[in-house]
């Protein structure tokens, strides 16, 4: 919880130390909250549509960012295969703004909405409600995000290929 808030504290504390540019790692995070991603998100992006949902029923929801970002900083972010859920909303809404580039692998694809509604077993019943579609309208779901730079990191070397490229795409 309070992703968004934690981020924008740290960016800005970075910034405030002369920070030139920021890479946000989102590899092996599995995701979480629909409205964390967007807190997420607006930290980077000003306005305009971060994530929409369409239900079940045929019905689409648009979330938006909140405002209040730095939108001039250089950004990077660093995604691989187990990326997924909000951290894919969050690399979608990037990619699609061109407000950052997308560096590693392509996203795991889990672009679906979960509701829970508890049973009065104390069980409860899980079901798919809707998906996720960046803003340029790309279903999310078992297609994933495209880096913009495909970077495989080599487990047998000692150093981070991914983040080596994206740290050279800030010095750019």
């Known amino acids: 919880l309070d992703?968004?808030?934690?981020l924008r504290g740290s960016v800005d504390k970075l910034i405030g130390q002369g920070a030139q540019g920021i890479?946000?790692?989102?590899r092996n995070n599995g995701g979480g909250l629909l409205d964390e991603s967007i807190n997420v998100t607006s930290?980077?992006?000003?306005?305009?549509?971060?994530?929409?949902?369409a239900g079940r029923d045929g019905e689409s929801q648009s979330y938006e960012a909140r405002g209040n970002a730095n939108?001039?900083?250089?950004?990077?972010?660093?995604?691989?295969?187990?990326?997924?859920?909000?951290?894919e909303i969050v690399s979608g809404?990037?990619?699609?703004?061109?407000?950052?580039?997308?560096?590693?692998?392509?996203t795991f694809g889990k672009g679906v909405v979960q509701t829970?509604?508890?049973?009065?077993?104390?069980?409860?019943?899980?079901?798919?409600?809707?998906?996720?579609?960046?803003?340029?309208?790309?279903?999310?779901?078992k297609i994933g995000i495209e880096p913009d730079v495909v970077v495989v990191d080599?487990?047998?070397?000692?150093g981070d290929e991914v983040l080596e490229r994206g740290l050279a795409e800030l010095s750019r």
């Open 3 to 6: 992703s968004g808030a934690k």
């Open 23 to 26: 890479v946000l790692d989102l």
């Open 43 to 53: 930290v980077f992006i000003q306005g305009g549509n971060i994530v929409s949902v």
């Open 71 to 87: 939108e001039s900083i250089p950004l990077v972010v660093l995604i691989n295969g187990y990326t997924a859920s909000a951290s």
């Open 93 to 106: 809404a990037i990619k699609d703004d061109s407000r950052g580039k997308l560096i590693g692998e392509k």
């Open 116 to 141: 829970i509604v508890p049973l009065s077993n104390g069980g409860g019943l899980k079901y798919t409600s809707g998906s996720y579609y960046t803003p340029k309208g790309t279903d999310i779901n």
């Open 154 to 158: 080599d487990p047998a070397t000692p």
